[in-house]
């Protein structure tokens, strides 16, 4: 996921549903299935819940898409109510692959046998529908880009699916960023069910060090997102990671939520609290001698983004990912939400 500004990994979708797990919430709540460790996290938290996109296909130049649904992830999802979603991406084999969505957008054959591929997929495991992921697409691709989710957004609904699409958050439309160009929010809106907003890796290890989410990022990304998309339809998306930067050997890697706490005993560091960006971090150095900065989420950053949802009237929250977390991130959420019953 590194290079190439690939500034994101996977992310997450939400959609409002009747309440499921024995507790009431008024916000939609979904987390993306990655791998096996997901699945543990999805029978411990299931209570939280009641979306799981599975993050298990690739599509490629000419429309093709590989992979296969979790199947002991399905059957439980559906056996506690939970809409599920077949997330298919352009990701490649180190990330995601600009040429793909270039071929599929501007083919139409190639997008044809997109929309068929994924009406398959969503009606051979039972999902509820689809969520497209595609990223790095090219800024010049904008308008072919958009006519091609309007096309399968029109095809998911006629076969009764819906249609979830992940986008970059931005603070301003610029048609020709070569990250967030391509999407043209205020014409994908109309034609999808929701937005799914990736509010997350602001920074990583790609670039400098710096939040996460930070709040004085996710915000303004809100607030230009409402003015083009009917909050109703935004999913906030939200990360159970942070970054580990390497200065010595000027790298950097994914720190899961739950392995934060460890890592800063076992290194005896002190956290440190950002008060402009509402973000925790700290410092350490290594047994080797190398010198690192953490920068992170924890109870306390994690509440302040996800009331954004009620502050803004959105849809819900979008997690990444299942397998990331533990009790106490989902205690973070239920706080930010306002608190629901479980």
């Known amino acids: 996921m590194f290079g190439l500004k690939l500034k994101r990994f996977l992310l997450c979708t939400v959609l409002i549903v009747a309440p499921v797990g024995g507790f009431a919430q008024s916000r939609a709540v979904m987390a993306y299935y ?14 939280y819940l009641n979306q799981i996109p599975t993050d298990t296909f690739a599509i490629n130049a000419a429309g093709k898409i590989s992979g296969t649904a979790p199947a002991k992830a399905m059957e439980y999802a559906h056996a506690h109510g939970m809409q599920t979603f077949a997330s298919v991406s352009n990701f490649g084999r180190t990330g995601f692959v600009p040429a793909i969505a270039q071929s599929i957008v501007n083919n139409p054959a190639h997008s044809a046998q997109a929309i068929q591929e994924m009406l398959r997929v969503v009606s051979t495991y039972g999902y ?12 010049h691709d904008r308008a072919a880009f958009s006519a091609f989710i309007q096309a399968v957004a029109q095809a998911m609904r006629h076969a009764g699916y819906l ?31 929701i937005l799914q907003l990736m509010t997350y890796d602001e920074n990583g290890p790609w670039g400098a060090p710096g939040p996460v989410a930070g709040l004085d990022w996710v915000e303004p990304c809100v607030q230009f997102a409402v003015t083009v998309v009917p909050p109703s339809k935004i999913s906030l998306g939200v990360p159970a990671y942070g970054y580990d930067w390497n200065f010595t050997r000027n790298t950097g890697v994914q ?13 005896r560091a002190v956290p440190q609290w950002d008060a ?18 953490v920068w ?47």
């Open 163 to 193: 249609t979830v699409l992940s986008v970059p958050a931005k603070l301003k439309d610029d048609p020709n960023d070569s990250w967030t160009g391509a999407f043209d929010f205020k014409a994908l809106a109309p034609n999808v069910d």
């Open 34 to 47: 990655e791998n096996a460790a997901s699945q543990s996290s999805l029978r411990a938290y299931a209570g």
């Open 128 to 139: 509820s529908g689809v969520n497209v992921d595609f990223e790095a697409v090219p800024h």
């Open 296 to 342: 992170y989420e924890d109870g306390r950053s994690i509440p302040l983004k996800t009331a954004l949802t009620v502050k803004y009237d959105l849809a819900g929250v979008s997690v990444f990912a299942l397998g990331f977390e533990d009790q106490t991130f989902w205690d973070a959420i239920r706080s930010g939400l306002g608190g629901f019953r479980r």
């Open 276 to 293: 402009v960006s509402s973000s925790p971090y700290f410092n350490y150095t290594a047994p080797n001698g190398a010198s690192h900065v």
């Open 255 to 267: 720190i899961h939520w739950k392995s934060v706490p460890n890592l800063i005993a076992k290194m």
